[in-house]
């Protein structure tokens, strides 16, 4: 697969507003910041074109000029920029109050697949600091089984990078190497992404696991028990909101 849609200008990033799912997704998130925000606001922002559509509303105006920001990858930074954000590290002293990221497939049990944009082990990094983890995403992500839509991203190193991947097929079949213009595409933290159909017939927690015992494997697109509310937007305009309460699983996220 070639790396993802990647937006070049400001405009290219108001345009993602047109479709109305996400539009109506972007709003309620935009607004749920904008009355919680406060002058020590620390946000989180993921990547995609949810999260951007969600950026491109809050940045409207001036009110929110110099809010501090975590960013998950270098997209996502500049275009923060556009928006008089202020950029921040994840120090250890630094811990978002809020998430706000995309997500490629959504359960009902509130787990994610994540990583099409090439970021998922920032994304992962963050949502793991932050107080609070909203995913933004059309309607048409909700999965009754994750994997039914899109493959599973995998971030590995790219030292040995193919014995890697003869190691995950000798487990999940087929898996394939993630490039940008013919070259294997390498992410923010100079690694490669792999990537496989997640088997059927076997649980995403049971892959999440074999993946994070695979010598090679920096980390994987499975986001199991992080997301504490889901907003899916609906071609009509309608935003339905998921919270832990309505999971049909309880996720452990102390054990992340």
Request: one cysteine or more; charged letters at 25%; a negative charge.
């Amino acid at each position: 697969m070639e790396r993802s849609w990647q937006p070049q200008d400001r405009d290219d990033v108001a345009a993602l507003l047109d479709d109305p799912a996400r539009a109506a997704v972007a709003a309620s998130a935009a607004e749920a910041v904008r009355d919680a925000a406060g002058s020590d606001t620390v946000l989180g922002l993921g990547s995609g074109r949810a999260l951007w559509a969600t950026m491109e509303l809050l940045g409207r105006g001036d009110d929110l000029r110099g809010l501090r920001v975590v960013t998950a990858s270098s997209t996502t930074q500049w275009i923060a920029g556009w928006y008089g954000f202020v950029v921040v590290e994840l120090d250890g002293d630094v811990r978002p109050d809020r998430y706000i990221d995309g997500a490629d497939e959504v359960a009902g049990d509130l787990g994610l697949i994540k990583g099409h944009g090439n970021a998922l082990l920032r994304e992962k990094l963050i949502a793991v600091a932050a107080r609070w983890f909203v995913v933004v995403a059309e309607a048409s992500k909700r999965v009754g089984r994750l994997g039914e839509q899109c493959t599973l991203p995998v971030e590995v190193v790219r030292f040995g990078w193919a014995d890697t991947r003869r190691r995950l097929r000798q487990r999940f079949g087929e898996v394939t190497v993630r490039t940008d213009q013919g070259q294997p595409l390498v992410t923010d933290e100079g690694n490669l992404v792999l990537e496989f159909v997640l088997p059927g017939d076997i649980s995403a927690v049971t892959v999440a696991r074999e993946l994070e015992a695979t010598v090679g494997v920096v980390d994987h697109g499975l986001f199991l028990g992080l997301a504490d509310e889901i907003l899916l937007g609906g071609p009509d305009g309608t935003v339905e909101v998921l919270t832990r309460a309505d999971a049909t699983a309880v996720w452990d996220r102390s054990a992340q």
